[in-house]
């Protein structure tokens, strides 16, 4: 099974408007981290966000917030007030257990923003 | 300058031929690993290292080989490379020591195309 999914291969939003990429992701470890990723098309990897399993809070930056609902294992990313530059490939990404394991990654989204 | 670096940055080479992809970093970071990047397939873990004389499998390791010359040097060597490993590689960064678990850097990225 895997262990991150996101289940739309593709978004369009309109510019200014907010946008919501789906993650879902299954572990059974109690400690666990989520990440979101954004790769423009020049390639390189920038990290985004990151929410940590017994975190309380959503995490905010900016413009992006992750919407964390543990139970349903989900951890959506917000966007809100899209701009042309936020067209990108985005991928959610897992931590399992404590401390600074490998990552886990969705296979991506890709975003396209529309003037 | 960047904090993680990756030599070359596009690569061409033909089947059958050694091939390394070299890493550094000037983080400080003990934990370094090699990532590989296929459209549509997300980023999949081939390498990682704990610290110099720790270094573990990801899920796709066959037909590549690494060495950790250094704290700040991790090096992905293709034996023999075959056209399917035609791909965009990654080399992170975290550290374990400072307890920052929310953070894995990425470096640019390198390009290789195997004909």
């Known amino acids: 099974a895997q262990k991150i999914t996101q289940t739309q291969p593709g978004m369009f939003v309109q510019e200014k408007e907010a946008v919501t990429l789906d993650c879902t992701y299954d572990t059974s470890d109690q400690s666990y981290g989520l990440f979101w990723y954004k790769q423009p098309s020049s390639g390189e990897m920038i990290f985004l966000i990151y929410q940590g399993s017994y975190d309380e809070q959503n995490a905010t930056e900016g413009r992006y917030s992750l919407n964390f609902q543990k139970a349903r294992k989900s951890a959506n990313l917000v966007i809100s007030a899209s701009q042309l530059g936020d067209s990108a490939m985005y991928f959610c990404?897992?931590?399992?257990?404590?401390?600074?394991?490998?990552?886990?990654f969705g296979k991506g989204t890709r975003l396209s923003v529309i003037a | 300058d960047a904090d993680v670096t990756q030599t070359p940055r596009n690569r061409i080479t033909k089947t059958g031929k050694r091939i390394m992809l070299e890493c550094s970093q000037t983080k400080g970071h003990d934990r370094m690993y090699w990532y590989r990047q296929d459209p549509g397939l997300g980023l999949r873990l081939i390498y990682y290292s704990f610290d110099v004389k720790d270094i573990n499998k990801g899920e796709i390791s066959d037909g590549y080989s690494v060495s950790r010359q250094a704290q700040a040097k991790f090096s992905l060597s293709l034996e023999s490379a075959i056209p399917n490993q035609t791909a965009l590689y990654f080399c992170?960064?975290?550290?374990?020591?400072?307890?920052?678990?929310?953070?894995?850097?990425f470096g640019p990225g390198t390009r290789l195309t195997v004909l």
């Open positions: 990404a897992m931590r399992e257990g404590a401390g600074n394991t490998p990552l886990v």
């Open positions: 992170a960064t975290s550290d374990f020591r400072t307890g920052n678990y929310n953070e894995q850097f």
